[in-house]
Structures are given as C-alpha cells and as structure tokens.
C-alpha cells in the first residue's frame, strides 16, 4: 500500500515537473520571441519633397474616372510625355484597350525580366484636388497615381543616371481596375501567347502600414505574397424590407469567424513579436493557445481580424422587373472555399426568403515562396529604403488586389511603398483620401533599388 501511495505521488511530481518545465519553457519563449527594439518610421521633408508635390499634383488633378468616358486619359497621357521624357523616348509602348504596356529589352542575352504593374483611375465620387503644407488631397494620392509617379519617376532617375536599364523591362498601367479589368486580362492574354515570362512582378497590394492601425507598437512592411479567392453573388426579393434586413444581417462584423490556420499562422507569429507581453504570450505560442489568440484578436485588433476572415462587399439595391437585386463579394479567407459560403448563408436566405445567383467565381491566386530570390530582393528593398520598419508575408484578402500575373510569374508580390500614418489611412476608407508628399522619395529609391540590384548571375547564385 505504501509503495503504491509512493508511486502515486512520484507520478503526481513528475507530471508537476514537465508541467512546470513546460511552461518555463513557454514564458522564455515568449521573452525571447519579441522585437527587441521599437521601430517607428518617421517621415521627413527634404528639398525633393516640394519638386515632387508638385509634379503628382499636376497628375492628380486630371480627372481619370472609371466609370466615365472623357479626355481626362488623353490629358493624363500628355501630362506624363512631358514629366518622363527619357522613359517615353527610350521605352516602347503599346496600347490595349486603353491599357499601356511599357517595355524594355536589355542587350544582354541572359538578362531577368521584371514587370511593374499600377492603374490610374477610381471608382467613386469626385473630389477636388488641393494642395496643403506637404499634403495633397484628391482621387489617386491613395489608390494610385500616386504609386504610378513613384515609379515612373524611378525609371526616368535610372535612365537619367545610367542612360540604360540592366534588364527586361515591362511596366503595364491600366485605366480598368476598378471597373471590369476586361483590359487587364487582354493584356495577360497576351503575354501568354507572346510566351512571356517575368522572374518578378510587383503590383498593389499590401504596404507600409503604421503602428497604430494594427495596435502595434512598431511600422511594419506587409509583403503580399497571394491574393485569396472571391465568390460574386447577386440576391434577389420581392421584399425591400426583407432583403435589407438580409444585407444588415451578413453585413454583421461576427457574421463571418476568424480563424487562425497555417497560412496565417507565420504572418501572427511575426506581428505577435511586436505585441505587449501578455498578448504575446499568447500569440507566440499559438499551438496551445489558439482560443485564447483568437479572442484576444478579435478584441483588440481589428485589421488584424480582417486579415483572418471572408469580408463583405455590397453594392446599391436596384430594383429590375419589379424585383430587388443586390450584387455582393464574399472576399474570401484563406480557410474558406465558395461552397463554405453557400452553406453559411442557406438559413438566412430560407428566413428572409432570398434567391441568389452565381455570378462569378474567382480561384485564389498562387502563392509566392518567401525563398524566391525576388521576395529577398524585395526584402533588401524595403530594409534599406524604410529602415525603422519590420517585415512580415501576408495573403491579401481584397479581391481588387487579385490581377493574374502569377499566370505569367512564380514570384508575384503585392506591395506599394508608400507611406500613409494612422490618420490619412483612415481618411482614405471615408472617401477623403490624401498624401504626405513626404514618403514620395522613399517609394521612389524603393523602385531604383529593385530596377539596380535584380541580377540574373545572383538568382544563379542564390541557394534554396
């Protein structure tokens, strides 16, 4: 009796031992899990600044709509043979549909090909362009000419300083984003029956994003590394007030559940090293606390939830045939298929008796391998251009940010490099969208540095 009540007890011990051992183990993990310093971008003016906030808001001031026709494009293109002219008389160029496509062909045989790609129109209401301090505000300083200048102006530097590019070069601009991207996937189409093929490509996607827009403490650089898929339905009733009660209902922030799988797993693990101890603690150690990880996102930082989840897009009810219709985007997480959809949404749809249709199914894009030498290229960009910053991958979950190139690419990468604080992000998502002219030159030396240091003897060289 003795000898088992001893036994019992040495079991007892050693579980309180490995237990014990076990979450020491978890506490210096999490210690030694964190960025040791906090790193905060600032941004300041230089004697550059008002030379370039000049020159974009001559840009931004022509009206380039998507959604009207004009000769807003012609003046555009004038504007900009005027800006760059070394890139127009050196570079080729080709129209489709509207779209530009700039190339370059390097004279040496074994030269990589790279690709930039931005867009010049929006989708939205109007807004007057106006100049205050370093400021600039108007349709494009956030979604995109402000992108586009940033990297015209690093070709017309290049070609200034070294009268030559060191590699293929493609740089396609389309008018189409926000509408219907028919051109776009002209374009695409194009290249594939042309057999092109680009060793990297850079398009919009993820950025510079400021500390306090993920409740952090620390700038980080997000790097794009795949777009998720989208599923397009159109609901349609003969009751507006049911169909509005359906949209409040899936409109809902907790309608969709966050959930933390292993494609997202690498991107908390690095963000986590940013967070205060307790959160950390948590999120560091993700394998045994993955509840208590996703209560704590859920709570406390948002962007961070939406990076986890489907997002909603809906359109403005019409009414066609006596009938209301509604056209909504489910943008969807890494963890949900178009049939995961349809299965959430099939009690809603029986409650407020509501019809719905496909109309269009988009497959989730390829993702890029952070071992690819493009991704490190990009990498080395971004630390030696934005210093005070950290860098993580992400899976882009906006549909728009979803352009095809991983059909003509095995190294797409989703990243604008430039900068927007806490207030002009959130000025941007209420339609009043602005620019510190002040990060301009960063996005600038971004692009120069990418356009110098791509080299066809590295990617031979690097190790995998």
């Given at each position: 009796m003795y000898i088992q009540i001893s036994n019992y007890i040495n079991l007892i011990y050693a579980t309180l031992c490995v237990l014990g051992l076990f979450f020491i183990w978890v506490f210096i993990r999490t210690i030694l899990f964190r960025n040791r310093k906090t790193k905060k971008l600032k941004i300041t003016a230089t004697e550059k600044t008002m030379y370039h906030q000049k020159r974009l808001f001559e840009l931004i001031e022509i009206d380039t709509p998507s959604f009207i026709s004009g000769d807003g494009y012609s003046k555009f293109k004038q504007k900009i043979e005027e800006q760059f002219p070394l890139l127009h008389s050196i570079l080729q160029k080709e129209k489709v549909d509207g779209n530009a496509i700039y190339s370059y062909k390097s004279s040496k045989i074994d030269s990589p090909s790279i690709l930039f790609a931005t867009h010049i129109d929006y989708n939205g209401e109007h807004l007057d362009a106006y100049k205050e301090d370093n400021l600039i505000y108007g349709n494009g300083t956030f979604d995109s000419k402000s992108l586009l200048y940033t990297i015209f102006e690093a070709i017309e530097l290049t070609l200034k300083e070294k009268g030559k590019l060191d590699l293929n070069f493609t740089l396609v601009i389309t008018n189409d984003d926000e509408a219907k991207k028919d051109g776009l996937t002209k374009i695409i189409n194009l290249f594939l029956k042309r057999g092109a093929f680009f060793n990297?490509?850079?398009?919009?996607?993820?950025?510079?994003?400021?500390?306090?827009?993920?409740?952090?403490r620390s700038t980080y650089a997000l790097i794009g590394l795949g777009v998720s898929g989208k599923l397009q339905l159109r609901f349609e009733s003969s009751n507006l007030d049911k169909l509005n009660?359906?949209?409040?209902?899936?409109?809902?922030?907790?309608?969709?559940k966050m959930k933390i799988d292993n494609k997202s797993i690498k991107v908390l693990g690095s963000i986590?090293?940013?967070?205060?101890?307790?959160?950390?603690?948590?999120?560091n150690n993700l394998f045994i606390f993955r509840r208590k990880s996703k209560k704590i996102i859920e709570e406390k930082y948002d962007e961070i939830e939406k990076m986890l989840k489907t997002n909603v897009n809906v359109q403005n009810?019409?009414?066609?045939?006596?009938?209301?219709?509604?056209?909504?985007?489910?943008?969807?997480?890494?963890?949900e298929k178009p049939a995961d959809i349809l299965i959430h949404l099939d009690d809603l749809m029986e409650k407020y008796d509501i019809d719905y249709k496909i109309t269009n199914i988009t497959e989730p894009s390829k993702i890029t391998k952070t071992y690819n030498y493009g991704y490190n290229v990009v990498k080395k960009a971004i630390s030696n251009v934005f210093k005070e910053t950290y860098i993580a991958p992400v899976i882009v979950t906006k549909i728009s940010e979803k352009r095809y190139f991983d059909k003509v690419s095995d190294c797409v990468i989703r990243f604008s490099p430039l900068y927007y604080d806490f207030n002009a992000f959130n000025s941007a998502k209420n339609n009043q969208p602005y620019i510190d002219c002040s990060s301009l030159e960063l996005g600038i030396e971004f692009f120069k540095y990418i356009l110098n240091n791509y080299n066809n003897s590295k990617i031979k060289k690097w190790k995998v």
């Amino acid at each position: 009796m003795y000898i088992q009540i001893s036994n019992y007890i040495n079991l007892i011990y050693a579980t309180l031992c490995v237990l014990g051992l076990f979450f020491i183990w978890v506490f210096i993990r999490t210690i030694l899990f964190r960025n040791r310093k906090t790193k905060k971008l600032k941004i300041t003016a230089t004697e550059k600044t008002m030379y370039h906030q000049k020159r974009l808001f001559e840009l931004i001031e022509i009206d380039t709509p998507s959604f009207i026709s004009g000769d807003g494009y012609s003046k555009f293109k004038q504007k900009i043979e005027e800006q760059f002219p070394l890139l127009h008389s050196i570079l080729q160029k080709e129209k489709v549909d509207g779209n530009a496509i700039y190339s370059y062909k390097s004279s040496k045989i074994d030269s990589p090909s790279i690709l930039f790609a931005t867009h010049i129109d929006y989708n939205g209401e109007h807004l007057d362009a106006y100049k205050e301090d370093n400021l600039i505000y108007g349709n494009g300083t956030f979604d995109s000419k402000s992108l586009l200048y940033t990297i015209f102006e690093a070709i017309e530097l290049t070609l200034k300083e070294k009268g030559k590019l060191d590699l293929n070069f493609t740089l396609v601009i389309t008018n189409d984003d926000e509408a219907k991207k028919d051109g776009l996937t002209k374009i695409i189409n194009l290249f594939l029956k042309r057999g092109a093929f680009f060793n990297l490509v850079i398009e919009e996607g993820s950025g510079i994003i400021d500390s306090q827009v993920y409740g952090l403490r620390s700038t980080y650089a997000l790097i794009g590394l795949g777009v998720s898929g989208k599923l397009q339905l159109r609901f349609e009733s003969s009751n507006l007030d049911k169909l509005n009660k359906f949209i409040f209902e899936i409109k809902k922030p907790n309608f969709f559940k966050m959930k933390i799988d292993n494609k997202s797993i690498k991107v908390l693990g690095s963000i986590a090293k940013d967070m205060r101890f307790m959160d950390r603690l948590f999120l560091n150690n993700l394998f045994i606390f993955r509840r208590k990880s996703k209560k704590i996102i859920e709570e406390k930082y948002d962007e961070i939830e939406k990076m986890l989840k489907t997002n909603v897009n809906v359109q403005n009810i019409e009414n066609v045939d006596n009938k209301y219709c509604v056209e909504v985007a489910f943008e969807l997480s890494t963890h949900e298929k178009p049939a995961d959809i349809l299965i959430h949404l099939d009690d809603l749809m029986e409650k407020y008796d509501i019809d719905y249709k496909i109309t269009n199914i988009t497959e989730p894009s390829k993702i890029t391998k952070t071992y690819n030498y493009g991704y490190n290229v990009v990498k080395k960009a971004i630390s030696n251009v934005f210093k005070e910053t950290y860098i993580a991958p992400v899976i882009v979950t906006k549909i728009s940010e979803k352009r095809y190139f991983d059909k003509v690419s095995d190294c797409v990468i989703r990243f604008s490099p430039l900068y927007y604080d806490f207030n002009a992000f959130n000025s941007a998502k209420n339609n009043q969208p602005y620019i510190d002219c002040s990060s301009l030159e960063l996005g600038i030396e971004f692009f120069k540095y990418i356009l110098n240091n791509y080299n066809n003897s590295k990617i031979k060289k690097w190790k995998v």
